[in-house]
């Protein structure tokens, strides 16, 4: 198997998190007690740029220049929420990147907060990691006790505090105009920009949100160099190294940092054990469940933000979930569309109501009472949700639009042979 | 009414806080650990400590996965049902778990021990297929792990 450089999960364990002292022994912290109160923001945020971070958080934005848009003049105190919600089907990633190695993450947040100048520091959770939640509440008092959290840190006159916000729980909340308003006790529904949260978030300030592993990627490019950064990636376009979660029917499922732009072929059949009982790879979802399905013809693509681009997809969260020749894609879109009609905020009409009519179409195909005439209404309905109010029913439209597109034989073998044609 | 050290507590949490209606979540999952669920004592407490309307408590409480309205047992399951335990057997999970609970989704065991709930992906499909309890995760499960889990915190009770 070709090895890589593990830069994001090198202090992983198998059982239990690295310590500060771990964390320390293999460079952590140096960028921070190089950096702090010693390179200016505005250096901090164009090395960022340079390194051309793309947010892993599933909307692939730059870090660097989402840092800029944060106006110099801007009035405190800023806010940086780190978003932990990941409730994306099939991403656990950031999971993972908690209980690997907090302070990573910790030191992340201080030098991130120290290029926009914020002093608050928020990390979002969802419920179902409470385990992770405790860990970062543990480790930030052993980080403060250190000095490098808190008032005046190591001298520098920066004071950054970092707290941790338990979420109710709701996929939404994973959006980030609807997580401030969770995070000011408000019904998170989403709010449309303008104004950009950067410019006025949390409580009318202005509030930079990343990503878990985005966070975690900013103490390695400030102590190595952006240009380091960008020759970890197997590709032009890419840059760093990314975590990809494989699920589904491989042998071995798991969160794997590889460089990024990494083949998918590899993923599968190296990384992740080969496809599960011999079974041949039929398609995956390369990104969550708001990507479209990724067709075997790509079995060789280069799992980068461009390569999946170039192909129509997206790269999104890199969750990457299998699936074989005996695995039935309608039934998958099932699945997908009823998480989605589960979790949509109802706030805007086409959304509320378009995924359960989606929903209803798809479950009677798959149960044999489909008609052809339904594939037309599905899809003209898909193409409705590109009409909401948030990015949430697009994603919702994705996997079904890709089923029209790429898997209309299956569709059809249900609607005219009555049944699931997987069923045996 | 709260007994006095949550109450002072909780207040002392919310004068800490810039900004109280940061806390709502925290309030509300504090006064649902102490009366079991959300009652409507609890909707009116948590406006109370926060200095809002029991309106706004609604709004948020009607909206969360882990708030509860309604009587809970003593052990919350939450069986994923989403893609990845999908395709490992969650359905088969599920209705293991109704036929040895004797209750459908959203139902608690008449010795008030068990409510199960289905919920979206937990965040642990490289264990799927995956439930919590009491917001700990266990998997990647079978009927026969399950019904040792369930048998084990049957006799815990007593
Ligand atoms: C419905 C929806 C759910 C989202 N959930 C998450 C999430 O759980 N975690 C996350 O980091 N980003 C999530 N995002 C993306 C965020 O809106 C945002 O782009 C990201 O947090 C920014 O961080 P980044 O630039 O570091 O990626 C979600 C977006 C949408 C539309
Ligand atoms: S698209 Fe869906 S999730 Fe987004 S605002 Fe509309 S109803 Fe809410
Ligand atoms: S699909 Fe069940 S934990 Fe993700």
């Known amino acids: 198997m070709t090895s890589y450089p593990k830069v994001l999960l090198q202090n992983r364990k198998p059982d239990r998190i690295a310590t500060i002292d771990e964390y320390r022994e293999s460079g952590g912290y140096t960028a921070l007690t190089e950096s702090l109160g010693k390179v200016p923001s505005a250096d901090v945020r164009q090395t960022i740029q340079n390194a051309v971070l793309l947010g892993r958080g599933g909307a692939a934005f730059p870090a660097g220049m989402k840092m800029s848009t944060v106006p110099e003049d801007a009035p405190f105190p800023r806010y940086l929420v780190c978003n932990a919600d990941e409730m994306e089907p099939g991403t656990f990633k950031d999971r993972v990147l908690i209980h690997a190695d907090p302070h990573q993450l910790i030191e992340g947040m201080v030098l991130t907060a120290s290029g926009v100048q914020a002093e608050k520091g928020i990390v979002f959770i969802r419920p179902e990691y409470e385990s992770a939640a405790r860990i970062l509440e543990r480790e930030v008092g052993i980080a403060r006790d250190a000095g490098f959290v808190g008032k005046d840190i190591l001298g520098s006159g920066f004071d950054f505090h ?32 303008p104004p950009f949260p950067t410019v006025k978030g949390l409580w009318d300030r202005p509030t930079l949100v990343n990503n878990v592993e985005t966070l975690c990627c900013v103490p390695h490019i400030l102590k190595n160099g952006a240009d380091w950064f960008k020759h970890l990636a197997l590709t032009e376009t890419g840059a760093g190294t990314k975590l990809y979660c494989v699920s589904g029917k491989v042998n071995t499922p798991g969160c794997f940092e590889l460089p990024m732009g990494v083949p998918l072929r590899e993923i599968v059949e190296t990384h992740a054990g080969g496809m599960r009982s011999g079974g041949t790879f039929k398609a995956c979802l390369p990104g969550g469940a708001s990507t479209g399905f990724l067709p075997k013809e790509h079995f060789d693509i280069d799992m980068d933000f461009e390569g999946l681009k170039a192909v129509g997809n997206r790269l999104g969260t890199a969750a990457i979930m299998v699936f074989d020749e005996s695995t039935c894609l309608v039934r998958v879109t099932c699945n997908l569309i009823d998480f989605f009609a589960r979790e949509s905020c109802g706030w805007c009409t086409p959304c509320r109501e378009g995924i359960p009519y989606i929903k209803d179409l798809l479950w009677r195909i798959e149960n044999g009472q489909g008609e052809v005439a339904y594939l037309d209404m599905i899809d003209r309905m898909a193409r409705h949700l590109w009409n909401a109010y948030c990015a949430f029913a697009p994603g919702a439209a994705a996997p079904v639009q890709s089923l029209l597109e790429y898997y209309r034989d299956e569709l059809m073998a249900h609607i005219e042979g009555g049944s699931c044609p997987f069923d045996k | 009414m709260l007994p006095e050290e949550l109450q002072d507590k909780l207040e002392h949490d919310i004068a800490a806080v810039d900004h109280p209606k940061e806390l709502a979540v925290d309030v509300m999952f504090a006064l649902q650990d102490h009366y079991g669920y959300l009652t409507d004592e609890a909707v009116e407490t948590a406006a109370g400590l926060l200095g809002i309307a029991p309106v706004e408590i609604e709004e948020l409480a009607t909206f969360y996965t882990f708030v509860y309205r309604e009587p809970v047992g003593k052990y919350v399951i939450h069986v994923c049902d989403s893609l990845l335990c999908m395709l490992d057997g969650s359905e088969t999970i599920e209705a293991h778990l109704h036929q040895k609970l004797g209750i459908g989704a ?53």
């Open chain 1, 162 to 193: 970092i707290d941790v916000h338990r979420s109710g729980g709701r996929y939404i909340c994973g959006e980030v105009t609807a997580q401030l308003n969770a995070l000011e006790g408000r019904r998170p529904n989403p709010r449309k920009p």
């Open chain 2, 106 to 158: 959203g139902e608690t065991t008449g010795d008030d021990l068990f409510t199960l709930l289905p919920v979206c992906c937990i965040g642990y499909c490289d264990r799927a297929p995956a439930i919590l309890i009491n917001r700990k995760v266990y998997g990647p499960l079978t009927v026969e792990s399950l019904d040792a889990i369930i048998d084990r915190l049957r006799a815990d009770k007593d």
